[in-house]
């Protein structure tokens, strides 16, 4: 390809809206442009890296005997109606009338499309275990895209579907999934990528794990122990919180007036924040209220918490709610709450902690010397006991005991095990050997294919523009010619170009004469990992300069060995790279 002829300009300014180094230099180096917000058009260079990364997935999910097939992206209301997501999904599935009054909408994942494909296709437990995959797009109504193409609204998504007859069976090929998602992630370059496990959120199943690559940008905080032994997201991380060995306080009423938040109360009284016990109360949709009690130095996770109640939503009760209920805002007590109206929720560590402050249920006082065990009496059979605490940096592994890491992380793939949540509700079924009907187990994995480019940008890039590895770059080969208006220098660099596409190499050849510095500046925007520079110094030599991108040490080869020497090098890289995955 000739760069006088290639559609995307290179910009010089940074776009105002852009601070991850991806969205900065895809935008800046001709590779996407927003045409919405959170919708983007990809340009050719990056839709060369889009087709590499998809092939990379095809030849991998193809080793696992996945098949491939392709779903639409406008679906009726009606399949996800059967699946109750018309109704529980928020306003980030995109709903819309068509011209016959029938109520559509765009595919933000697949599940109901496959499982109404597997339902026709699939009969009898001789046809399972089955996987299908699709490369396909997708839409999903962000309220907060950023960061360009890391979180987008319209995105390519490679999601896949498994069928079997047995949790065994989906156990068994959701390890061979998850082996073919590291292998993935290494060949397209991702240096830095950890599998934690995660929250299943709206997709629903049991166990879930989340591909995280390491970036300072990334939405996603991770913990991890030192050793790489546990990693979680933040969603389920746990850490077995230490609490004080200390004989029962005499439980003593204090004033404090006008003190409501901990931080108030713990100033005011003197007393550590981790010695309170810090109330939450969350209005529920059976008008009901959940009063959650956590050590006062800690956040509720709500991820937690929801998944605990078995709902999609939390509001903070209003003072009304709670004076309805007979507890008093800002001084609520665990002790004597009428628990017909009311869940009360312990996390372990206001369940163990000795001795904690708690409000009195009366205002301007709090009790000191709160032990649960003592102190709940006969309503301490209904409290429910579950870790709902957000974990923090410095906080001990529950594997390993060491001080907890925390790192940002972009979710480049996520797969689950969904069991028979989408099947049973559908009537996705086969024939066992008895003749009896039995729900499919199903497994879902998915990899975004735009998110996954941004994030290798992330991963390799530096002040100047990407830098590609070889297997997923737009071309292998970026040739610069300088002052090609000289006969001798345009003829040496026509020449290169054709050996090399006759050689079979990808390249980019810079035939426009712009001077060395612009030139240069274009190459290291465009990020190619090989460079060569064919110049009236070069010719006169009988050589050409050959430098990788990233690196600014420069070799001189002789012009006719250079074809030769480069081609090799570059079929060993890619068939190294092959070899790694």
Not at 209 to 231: K, L, N, V, W
Not at 257 to 271: D, K
Not at 349 to 377: I, K
Request: with cysteine; aromatic share 8%; hydrophobic share 40%.
């Amino acid at each position: 390809m000739r760069l006088s002829r290639l559609v995307g300009q290179r910009l010089k300014e940074t776009p105002r809206d852009a601070e991850a180094p991806s969205h900065i230099f895809l935008i800046r180096g001709g590779y996407a442009r927003a045409v919405s917000t959170g919708i983007y058009s990809l340009l050719p260079l990056a839709r060369r890296i889009t087709a590499k990364i998809e092939q990379i997935i095809r030849e991998e999910m193809n080793a696992i005997e996945g098949q491939e097939v392709l779903m639409p992206v406008v679906l009726p209301a009606d399949l996800w109606e059967e699946s109750g997501r018309w109704q529980s999904v928020g306003p980030e599935l995109l709903r819309f009338t068509d011209r016959n009054g029938k109520n559509m909408l765009l595919g933000m994942t697949h599940e109901e499309a496959v499982v109404h494909l597997a339902r026709t296709e699939l009969t009898s437990h001789k046809q399972l275990p089955v996987m299908l995959y699709q490369i396909q797009t997708k839409y999903r109504d962000e309220a907060r895209a950023r960061g360009g193409l890391i979180r987008v609204r319209e995105f390519t998504m490679k999601d896949g579907y498994s069928f079997h007859t047995s949790w065994d069976c989906l156990k068994a090929y959701y390890e061979r999934c998850h082996g073919a998602y590291v292998r993935i992630f290494q060949r397209i370059g991702l240096t830095d990528v950890v599998s934690i496990e995660s929250d299943p959120g709206m997709m629903g199943g049991n166990v879930s794990h989340e591909f995280m690559a390491i970036a300072d940008c990334g939405e996603d905080t991770i913990f991890m122990s030192p050793d790489g032994e546990y990693r979680a997201n933040r969603e389920v991380a746990v850490s077995p919180f230490k609490h004080r060995q200390e004989e029962p306080e005499e439980l003593t009423r204090v004033h404090t007036p006008g003190r409501q938040t901990i931080e108030e109360v713990s100033s005011f009284l003197g007393v550590p924040q981790d010695r309170l016990g810090k109330v939450v109360f969350y209005s529920l949709p059976d008008d009901t209220l959940a009063f959650v009690v956590i050590r006062g130095d800690l956040e509720v996770n709500e991820t937690k918490l929801r998944n605990h109640l078995k709902v999609t939503e939390l509001l903070y009760a209003t003072d009304e709610q709670i004076s309805r209920v007979g507890a008093v805002p800002g001084y609520a007590s665990p002790m004597g709450i009428n628990t017909d109206r009311v869940r009360i929720i312990f996390d372990p560590t206001a369940r163990n902690a000795p001795n904690l402050v708690v409000g009195a249920n009366e205002d301007g006082f709090h009790l000191r010397g709160f032990n649960f065990g003592r102190d709940m009496g006969a309503s301490a059979a209904v409290v429910e006991v579950t870790d709902i605490a957000t974990v923090r940096a410095g906080d001990p592994c529950p594997v390993t005991g060491a001080p907890l890491l925390m790192k940002k992380g972009i979710e480049v793939g996520n797969i689950f095990q969904l069991g028979v949540k989408y099947s049973e509700s559908m009537g996705c079924c086969y024939l066992d050997a008895s003749g009896s009907r039995e729900p499919m187990i199903m497994g879902c994995y998915g990899i975004g294919v735009g998110r996954a480019m941004a994030a290798v940008v992330e991963q390799s890039h530096d002040k100047y523009g990407p830098i590609w590895p070889m297997s997923i770059a737009p071309f292998h080969v970026h040739i610069i010619a300088l002052n090609p208006s000289q006969s001798d220098v345009r003829a040496q660099a026509d020449e290169l170009y054709r050996e090399f596409l006759d050689a079979g190499v990808e390249v980019l050849y810079d035939d426009r004469g712009e001077k060395a510095g612009s030139a240069f500046n274009d190459a290291d925007l465009i990020g190619i990992p090989v460079r060569i520079v064919v110049s009236p110094k070069t010719v006169d030599a009988g050589k050409a300069e050959l430098s990788r991108r990233g690196n600014r040490e420069k070799e001189m080869l002789d012009i006719g060995t250079v074809v030769g020497t480069v081609a090799a090098a570059i079929r060993a890289e890619l068939q190294e790279g092959r070899k790694r995955g």
